[in-house]
């Protein structure tokens, strides 16, 4: 399930990498604070890996960038996209970013103008998908005793084997079984590479167009939580084109 809010505001500046203040945002408006701490310090185990099972899209709407002092200026209104698996996650944060009556985006203050729900199924096994956030995936290597994150560039052999092992993980987490069907592929319409600071962290990702192949429960799954890795930091966030 996902929803998108529409926001208006009189002013809203921020830093031009600010999935943070969307992520606070995003924690800060689940009233259930056992499951908010639960979401944010720990998530849904894998081995030893954790996920969120959501993600976010980046802000919509015209802008303009202060270069120098690395600042984002939008135009009223905005729209922010926020996908997950968990049904009860999106209908707390859902109910509480509605009734509450003075809400900020950062030091912004801003106002819930419209909120849509949408729980798309998806039917075929191939699908054109537009990214609303950057498509991450990384490999960590050592060297030399350091270790160092590679990231993987669409069209790379590892960029889909990552991405489909990834999904199978989050699979196991959301239905305690495996599924093997190797028939999955990601393959660049139209790219290119954004780097985005997140918390001090360079993290390098890909937006544009691609055209998915694979089993369907796995699309659904990529649809709801995003593809690719760091999805609860703001990245791997797409739409279907029909």
Known sequence: MRIKLKMTFTKLNLPINYNSIIQG????NISDEKFRKFLHDKGFKYEKRNFKLFTF????GKYQIDKKRK?????SPIYITISSLVDEFLN????TVLNEKEMY?????INIENMEVENK???NEEIDIKMLSPIVIYSTVDIHGH???IYHAPGEALFDELIYENLKKKYNVVYNEEINNEDFNILPKRTYPVI?????FIIKGWLGEFKVRGDKKLLKLAYDTGFGSKNSQGFGCFEIRE
């Open 121 to 123: 199924n998806i039917n």
């Open 92 to 95: 707390d944060f859902g109910n």
């Open 71 to 75: 600042r984002i200026s939008f135009e």
């Open 147 to 149: 270790k160092k994150t």
């Open 57 to 60: 899209s980046r802000i919509e």
């Open 25 to 28: 945002f995003i924690y800060n």
């Open 105 to 109: 985006l950062g030091d912004n203050k």
């Open 196 to 200: 985005t600071r997140y918390k001090g």
